[in-house]
């Protein structure tokens, strides 16, 4: 055994805290060490050189590099040692910047922890066995969950590549959150307008299963090999035969508030969510219905002329396979009721700002008319009220929901086009402009538009007749201001929506604090989870605008891609190592592990059923949980077994 | 009181079972306050049967210490059910064992015995020391115990010879049995442990130097860990060579491992017997440890264990919101 150790200066980055020459003497005299060298840059290419030289001339077959973190060069490394023949697991990274020179100011005190971290290193590393990845293969099929503009663009790009894909949509058409809008900032683009033909596209590709109305309701496997059970609901109307003649929709006799206005307008039991849904059929709400039995009611059969409607339609269990997942599960808005001072719910005209992009909508319940929810008037005075709920760790949410304070903007220079003699104030924190065109956009407003803009947060808002009394502090003037408004709207930030939390909970998806799903590097790896094969696209991993959206999205897609392209994958191969004669089989290894990946075993010890823990190598991501919970350490962590820890805490504590 | 007739008669109904392969209860022992296991294969076997309140022993040690040699080629396993008699804490014990796997609930039978907590021998033996005819011990309905040494009749409250740990037991009934001797007993408000008391207003110091005196004077004979019912892995961490976690010297850094990680092993899993403590040569105050453990495990966790073979095993329950204040 000769192990080469290299202790990288990273220019001043540990060089600067950390003394590298005597952290390279200190390693000499150790057993095994061949040779301890001092380089500038050794990720370098030169770098690399020096090592390979070493390996061909003094005969290395083993490597420490004391350098940055192993998430940034470990790869880099490992396959040098993997070109020149060694395994390259007996590759050891210390970490002396993110852990040592970086958070240390005192250049003693760091070289000394330094030479400790190299010192546990090395005994550690004489202790290595050489391991080999496993191989499994991979299905070219993709999961796409959840069918807004986020999930549309990800199926999109995948079947576009060639891979099969399915999109699941937990409503009846896919469109999302974006189908609601009528205009986007800061272009003012129809919405549907263009959001649309990418649902036709979706409802047309060869590539695309589009499965509406469904939901994934268990999710197993591992990357390559993910086996989805996925709910799919029944319509009660045969998409096949129904040709939208809508005879069926004015003989329903139930009447319910229609989701895709906000609730501001009324539907039937049987409807279309909106005119461009896809799949475009008409549904039966099953909650709504009187009974989906033809002997309660059977209106919408009976005036049904192709005959499309079918009481005894089933819900449909789909099982699938596939190699990668997309998450694209969205965010629903804050629910404002939780505001009191906003007194939304009891105050009569205080809407959403969701509300009021339908108001504003030429397809929404007023057909592009303003008027308020309550009465009808048009309103002359709007209130547009930024960052309810939002930027208020006290009681709300912590975070800036990014999009808020451009909606606002568009909805109050919407408003001033379609009421000419209408007032419209924001009252804002602080106005966000960071995009591409958007601070052209708030400009444009506040001078071309006349929409008033007041720097100050709404201390309440009182019912004053039909009116609403706002009261609120200007803070630039640092006067109070009360204001009467026909109309307040509250901009409401954006949460994970339900699917999202239900989704990170099935697929043990680690969350933010705020519920977000949590990306697997908040740089490097935006799209990623810490799930290999699991993708995330659009905001269920926080609130983005529909450009970013749609750029994560096919980043997903292009991710996913990466997967979906190979024969087989190597899985890692520093995971959990059962051994069988200690395990007694106790099972506290299977219920512990958190990527369900150890099951126990019946095995026959001289004649007699044993139980004992097997690990599914393809699924065990090595986190070490289970060596943790066993009890006499019958489960080890290949790379991490406990005489090699043993080993390395005896180097950190014996000085 | 246990009526020791319907014991016998229930146990040799057990025994004669075609199913049955043995049922381990308790005999008078061979001196002095000691009682023994007895293993009964025959009717004939369970006449030596007796429960009194010297009957502390945990007898869910024996369904698993059971040696099981090899099998022939073409012999068939012996699946026939082992009987046992057990108090609340010992039946606990057996839902722990089940849990954890150790044991399956259909390969045993279970006699249950509602408790009126069990006689401390380490305080009878001080009170009646060097005593080597067997006694015989009845409790009273006025909480006494009436104990019949020779011709002697001696009257002592019960509180004066009670263990510790059965002062503050809140499952004196068997969760888990087939067949119940008597009425269930009624559980009252129970004390604090008495090891626990002001133990959050001692000094850390404090605490530690206690601990030390104590294993200190450990001898590493691991009669506690024998005597334990839930001490039962393949093989003990404490005889492993590769990774040696624990030096065999007898010294207080290694003693202190063994007591510490022993007590570790068992937080989420002792059902407060008592036993370690009482077989303990070295009178080392070990339930105060458990003890401690249980109240955290408790507190932290709302666990308890041993009370429902359905539930999971509380090291089996990750949750990523488990508290975690210990972490620095």
């Not at chain 1, 986190?623 to 350490?633: I, M, V």
């Not at chain 2, 043995?22 to 076997?45: C, H, N």
């Amino acid at each position: 055994m000769k192990i080469g150790v290299y202790i990288c200066e990273c220019g001043s980055n540990i060089a600067g805290t950390v003394d590298t020459e005597k952290v390279a003497q200190s390693a000499e005299p150790l057993p095994k060490v061949a040779v301890s060298r001092v380089y500038r840059y050794a990720c370098s290419e030169p770098g690399q050189n020096l090592i390979t030289q070493d390996i061909e001339e003094l005969g290395l077959d083993r490597v420490i590099v004391a350098a940055c973190s192993p998430s940034m060069h470990e790869p880099t490394f490992r396959a040098l040692l993997r070109e020149k023949g060694l395994n390259p697991y007996l590759l050891e990274m210390v970490n002396i910047r993110e852990q040592c020179s970086w958070v240390h100011s005192d250049k003693d005190q760091a070289t000394d922890k330094a030479i400790s971290l190299l010192t546990s290193a090395i005994l550690r590393n004489t202790l290595m066995k050489p391991l080999t990845p496993k191989k499994v293969g991979v299905i070219n099929k993709a999961l796409v969950i959840g069918g807004g503009i986020a999930g549309i663009q990800s199926a999109l790009d995948l079947a576009e590549v060639g891979y099969q894909t399915y999109l699941v949509e937990k409503t009846p058409s896919i469109g999302g959150k974006m189908a609601q809008l009528d205009k986007t900032f800061p272009t003012l683009d129809c919405s549907a307008c263009i959001l649309s033909p990418k649902m036709v596209d979706v409802g047309r590709h060869p590539n695309i299963t589009l499965l509406a109305n469904s939901e994934v309701i268990e999710v197993d496997g591992y990357v390559g090999n993910f086996n989805v059970k996925i709910r799919k609901k029944a319509t009660y109307v045969d998409p096949v035969k129904c040709t939208l003649c809508d005879e069926c929709v004015p003989v329903c006799p139930v009447i319910v508030h229609d989701e895709y206005n906000a609730d501001l307008s009324p539907r039937r039991a049987i409807y279309i969510p909106f005119p461009q849904a896809v799949p475009a059929t008409y549904i039966i709400d099953e909650e709504a219905c009187l009974g989906i039995d033809p002997l309660i009611c059977a209106k919408c059969r009976d005036v049904c002329g192709p005959d499309a409607i079918d009481f005894d339609m089933k819900p449909e269990i789909i099982e699938e396979e596939f190699g990668a997942i997309i998450v694209a599960t969205g965010y629903e808005p804050y629910p404002i009721e939780n505001i009191g001072e906003y007194g939304y719910g009891t105050i009569h005209n205080v809407i959403s700002g969701l509300e009021f992009e339908r108001i504003i909508s030429a397809s929404g319940p007023t057909d592009g008319v303003v008027r308020r929810p309550s009465d009808g008037k048009v309103p002359k005075t709007v209130v547009f009220i930024h960052c309810a709920g939002s930027r208020d760790p006290a009681k709300h949410l912590p975070y800036c929901s990014k999009v808020c304070c451009m909606y606002s903007t568009k909805h109050a220079l919407q408003y001033r086009h379609l009421v000419h003699d209408g007032t419209a104030v924001n009252f804002y924190i602080d106005i966000r402009t960071a995009g591409k065109d958007f601070e052209e956009f708030y400009q444009r407003a506040a001078e071309e538009d006349g929409v008033i803009y007041i720097k100050g947060k709404v201390s309440e808002l009182i019912e004053d007749g039909d009116q609403v009394l706002v009261r609120g502090v200007n803070t630039l003037t640092s006067e109070t201001v009360e204001m009467h408004a026909d109309l307040v709207v509250l901009a409401t930030g954006l949460i994970p929506s339900e699917g999202t939390r239900q989704i990170a909970k099935m697929l043990k998806l680690p969350v933010d604090s705020t519920g977000f799903i949590r990306e697997a590097h908040p740089k490097l790896k935006p799209v990623d989870t810490v799930i290999s094969g699991v993708f995330l696209a659009g905001t269920a991993s926080g609130p983005k605008d529909i450009p970013e959206t749609v750029s994560h999205a096919s980043g997903a897609a292009s991710r996913a891609s990466t997967i979906l392209a190979q024969k087989e994958l190597e899985i890692e191969a520093t995971i959990a190592n059962v051994n069988e004669i200690l395990c007694r089989g106790c099972g506290m290894c299977v219920d512990s592990c958190p990527y369900s990946a150890i099951e126990l075993v019946a095995k026959n010890s001289f004649g007699h059923t044993i139980k004992v823990a097997s690990v599914n190598e393809a699924l065990c991501k090595g986190c070490g949980t289970c060596s943790a919970t066993c009890l006499n350490g019958a489960i080890n962590h290949l790379g991490y077994t406990d005489s090699q820890i043993l080993a390395q805490i005896q180097a950190l504590g014996g000085k | 009181m246990v009526d020791q007739k319907q014991l016998i008669k229930t146990a040799k109904e057990i025994v004669s079972r075609e199913d049955v392969k043995y049922i381990v209860g308790y005999k008078q022992g061979t001196y002095g306050f000691v009682t023994s296991p007895a293993f009964a294969y025959t009717p004939e076997d369970v006449e030596s049967f007796i429960y009194n309140p010297l009957c502390k022993k945990n007898l869910a040690v024996y369904p698993i210490l059971e040696e099981k040699l090899p099998l022939k080629r073409g012999e068939e396993e012996d699946k026939r059910k082992i009987g046992l008699v057990v108090k609340g804490c010992d039946s606990r014990a057996l839902v722990q064992i089940i849990q954890e796997k150790g044991l399956v609930r259909e390969d045993l039978v279970i006699i249950g015995i509602p408790c009126k907590g069990v006689i401390d021998l380490k305080k009878i033996e001080k009170r009646f020391p060097n005593q080597t005819e067997v006694v015989d011990v009845e409790e009273n309905d006025n909480s006494e115990y009436i104990i019949k040494i020779g011709d002697t009749v001696h009257t002592i409250p019960k509180e004066e010879l009670l263990s510790e740990v059965c002062k503050s037991c809140e499952f004196p009934n068997p969760p888990l049995y087939d067949f119940l001797m008597g009425e269930e007993v009624e559980v009252r408000e129970k004390e604090v442990y008495s090891g626990l008391r002001g133990l959050d207003e001692t000094p850390i110091e404090e605490r530690w130097a206690y601990w030390e005196k104590h294993f200190q004077n450990c001898i590493r004979c691991y009669a506690c860990r024998e005597a334990c019912p839930l001490c039962y892995c393949k093989t003990c961490m404490a005889d492993m060579l590769d990774p040696q976690w624990i030096r065999r010297s007898v010294n207080l850094s290694e003693n202190t491992a063994w007591n510490i990680m022993r007590a570790f092993h068992l937080a989420g899993r002792c059902i407060s017997c008592g036993e370690c403590e009482s077989v303990c040569p070295a009178n080392i105050p070990l339930m105060e440890l458990n003890k401690k453990l249980e109240k955290d495990v408790k507190e932290m966790f709302k666990y308890t264990a041993g009370l429902d073979t359905e539930e999971k095993t509380l090291f089996g329950t990750f949750n990523p919101d488990d508290p975690n204040e210990f972490i620095m």
